[in-house]
């Protein structure tokens, strides 16, 4: 298993991000919109800044996202776990997922020889030097895509001045009304809303159309605005007693495809065999809700609407109505109403984290192994029986699994749980 790559200034770097997380909480920081200039930009720069830095505090951006987002205990905002240990599993478990699994790779002797799982292969490679994070060497651009991965950084996908905005009518514009509060948070019965004098921020403050970072030079411009979807305020959390429910409303996998849209396009001449799963709008579960809300594990069929929703396995509610999604926004377990209508669609997240994850392809669950559960145990090297076997554990530890699965317990699933596609699929 290798351990993160140490760089001058990571030390000095994870102090700061703890002073820092103590002393201003994002929410305030941000607020939806744009932060304070000082808390991000350096007003003469110093001796360590390039120049088209941008007077950044890091060393490029990500660097300096993560100077607030990075530390070495979980905080609420917290998307990069430090001085992760050996056989154990980062911190953070936000539905976006946690940055420090991509410091982690495994190798096995597999039924087809030698395999591995590459740090590189759990997610979102952002550049941020400070950290010892650097481009993906397996994928010089975005897959489906064009965008180059040497410049993937936090900022390719938020806006770091915050300019995007859901106006009246959910409307998304870069000026008009200012914004006054965060997009991206409802707790069932407290959301924010705009009006015709103020807006308020995207979701997780993500860009729209025509965004691009300026080193990128005039190309890769976005052509979809950002998705509409409500978090609980409570979400970094493990999922051991509840699921933290995100309500995804609309457009995420139309947003995804600013980056990756050749994946989903039906016979690309350019790039055959990419077309793979359907997701978006039109991608409706129909007769499939049915059996999302009949599945409880492997050889359980019997459950029921009520109590059927796993963010495991999170699906789109097929609407931009906030007072809707905000109803169904949940971190206590009192929301686990399955899809009703059929109207519901599959998106990129109903597999995918945003961020990083535990498995190959940043996804919710080990699709390489023929079982998520063995013998009742969370598989891994110290695991005995089934779950010990070497194709099974696939080189992790139990607590590297059980963190992969959001702290859940094996118990959860049946002994021999198999994939998750199930839940929607049943096989």
């Not at 991000?40 to 941008?54: F, I």
């Not at 897959?143 to 770091?160: A, E, K, T, V």
């Amino acid at each position: 298993m290798s351990a993160s790559r140490r760089v001058p200034g990571v030390r000095r770097l994870a102090a700061a991000a703890v002073a820092l997380l103590a002393a201003a909480p994002a929410l305030a920081f941000h607020s939806g919109g744009a932060a304070r200039c000082e808390g991000c930009h350096t007003m003469h720069g110093s001796a360590t800044k390039t120049s088209g830095s941008a007077l950044v505090q890091g060393a490029d951006a990500s660097s300096t996202c993560l100077l607030c987002h990075a530390g070495v205990s979980s905080a609420p905002h917290s998307v990069l776990s430090l001085s992760v240990q050996p056989g154990a599993a980062p911190l953070n478990m936000t539905p976006g997922g946690d940055f420090a699994w991509l410091t982690k790779s495994w190798s096995w002797a597999g039924t087809a020889g030698l395999e591995t799982s590459p740090g590189d292969a759990h997610g979102h490679n952002v550049v941020a030097a400070d950290y010892g994070r650097f481009a993906d060497p397996r994928h010089p651009t975005a897959p489906g895509g064009s965008y180059p991965s040497n410049q993937l950084s936090c900022i390719s996908c938020h806006d770091p001045h915050g300019k995007y905005r859901v106006r009246e009518g959910g409307v998304v514009a870069t000026g008009g009304a200012p914004i006054v509060a965060s997009g991206s948070y409802g707790d069932r019965t407290a959301f924010a809303t705009p009006s015709q004098t103020t807006a308020i921020g995207t979701y997780r403050m993500l860009a729209g159309v025509g965004y691009q970072p300026r080193t990128l030079g005039g190309v890769n411009a976005f052509s979809a605005d950002p998705p509409v979807a409500l978090a609980p305020g409570a979400y970094n959390q493990g999922e051991r007693i509840a699921d933290v429910r995100v309500a995804y409303g609309s457009g995420m996998s139309e947003w995804c495809g600013n980056c990756h849209g050749a994946i989903h396009t039906p016979a690309n001449p350019t790039r055959p065999g990419e077309f793979m799963h359907p997701s978006g709008s039109s991608a409706k579960l129909g007769m499939l809700a049915n059996v999302y809300n009949a599945y409880v594990k492997t050889g359980d069929l019997g459950g029921s609407y009520a109590l059927a929703y796993t963010s495991l396995v999170p699906y789109e509610e097929g609407t931009a109505d906030r007072a809707t999604l905000a109803a169904s926004t949940s971190s206590d377990g009192m929301v686990r109403t399955g899809p009703v209508r059929g109207q519901e669609n599959v998106m990129c997240l109903s597999c995918h984290r945003a961020h990083a994850s535990g498995w190959d392809g940043s996804l919710r669950w080990n699709v390489k192994s023929e079982y998520v559960v063995a013998g009742g145990q969370w598989p891994g090297i110290d695991a005995i029986g089934e779950a010990g076997r070497a194709a099974v554990a696939q080189g992790r530890t139990r607590a590297e699994t059980r963190g992969a699965m959001y702290d859940r317990e094996p118990t959860a699933f049946a002994s021999f749980q198999t994939s998750l596609c199930n839940k929607c699929h049943a096989k």
